[in-house]
């Protein structure tokens, strides 16, 4: 395994994070996976074994059995991995159920750490925007956490960009605890992250964390071009997530990664991971899976490395339009364009 620094902070991550999206089946989880403890046991011993340390669950899911199975399958071994956490999304239906309010903040973090089994989160994620509360009451109420030990880190997921940079304006501010992290979705199919979320990743030192970064297992290799959906998987079970909006450019994409992976004899999973682990800011990938099998394929990803040809055969398969202000930006100010600039332009501009 390989570990990188996440954002600015001392705090070392493995390239691979084990997610825990599929561990308890309650209510619509149960079409991504409904593991219980023993499954559950056994994936989390092959990715200590593998050197993943960080273990990445949310409250909301399977409204926290979850966070439930997760720390009872870590109890006694706490102290040597790392656990990520989040809070904001509704989970029941009172009135103060969701948000970014005090009272639902630290009455969720607290609610978390009796799940878990444990004194602390590690990583405590802004699950999703909330337009409502007064970012200043969120960023107190996570320098509380810090402050008492609850919460060693604090970070955002599915912030837009002025989001992110309304949240550190206000952080820097008051000279409170400011996100290290962002949690996103960005694959070779969804590169939108990088009109934004990764230059101000960049810029202001953020760590990224990729979830699903194969697509829901669209790239995985094992869906194609004009066959039917393999029993068992996600689509199967009619999970919709990711969206797809240019179906004839998801099967280019997969068509690539299938040649480049029969060329070095790996995985079409593999190369799209690998792909990932080359992008701007990245310090590691959320990685699911319903078997051992799964994720032992995805840890070969961490040292497959892709030629420059390759590298730019993924870019031309799957590259964004570069939309307003950026093909302006890129006629009259390439010149003097920062390191966050670069996150985004470096692909899009002739060198």
Same mark, same amino acid.
């Given at each position: 395994m390989k570990y990188r620094t996440l954002g600015r902070s001392g705090l070392k991550v493995s390239v691979l994070t084990m997610g825990t999206f599929t561990f308890g089946g309650a209510g619509a989880f149960k079409a991504v996976g409904a593991q219980g403890v023993s499954e559950a046991r056994k994936l989390v011993d092959t990715c200590i074994d593998a050197g993943i340390n960080l273990y990445?669950? +949310?409250n909301m899911y399977s409204t926290g059995l979850s966070e439930e199975i997760l720390g009872e399958v870590l109890d006694g071994r706490r102290d040597d991995v790392l656990i990520s956490s989040k809070a904001r999304m509704r989970i029941a239906d009172g009135p103060n159920d969701?948000?970014?309010?005090?009272?639902?903040l630290i009455r969720e973090c607290e609610r978390s750490l009796k799940r878990l089994r444990t004194d602390h989160i590690d990583?405590? @994620?802004? @699950?999703e925007w909330d337009g409502v509360t007064p970012m200043e009451e969120m960023v107190s109420a996570l320098d509380t956490l810090v402050q008492q030990g609850k919460v060693r880190y604090i970070a955002c997921s599915n912030f837009s960009g002025w989001h992110i940079m309304k949240a550190l304006g206000v952080s820097d501010r008051s000279l409170r605890e400011r996100f290290v992290a962002q949690q996103i979705h960005y694959t070779l199919e969804a590169r939108e992250a990088e009109y934004e979320?990764?230059?101000i990743s960049v810029d202001q030192g953020l760590g990224v964390l990729v979830w699903s970064p194969l697509a829901a297992g669209l790239l995985s290799g094992k869906h194609r071009r004009g066959k039917d959906t393999p029993e068992g998987s996600r689509q199967f079970a009619g999970w919709t997530e990711p969206p797809i909006r240019d179906e004839e450019k998801l099967w280019n994409i997969v068509d690539t990664l299938v040649e480049i992976g029969d060329a070095h004899g790996v995985s079409a999973a593999q190369v799209a991971l690998a792909w990932l682990l080359t992008?701007? +800011? $990245?310090?590691?990938? $959320?990685i699911g899976g319903r078997n051992e099998q799964q994720f032992r394929d995805n840890f070969r990803a961490v040292d497959l490395e892709l030629s420059e040809d390759e590298l730019k055969r993924l870019h031309e398969v799957s590259k964004l339009p570069v939309i307003y202000p950026y093909w302006h930006q890129q006629q009259f100010a390439s010149d003097r364009f920062s390191p966050g600039d670069w996150a985004l332009h470096r692909d899009y501009i002739e060198s």
């Open positions: 990445d669950t +949310a969701e948000g970014f309010s005090r009272y639902h990583i405590y @994620h802004m @699950h979320l990764l230059p992008r701007p +800011a $990245v310090s590691s990938l $959320v």
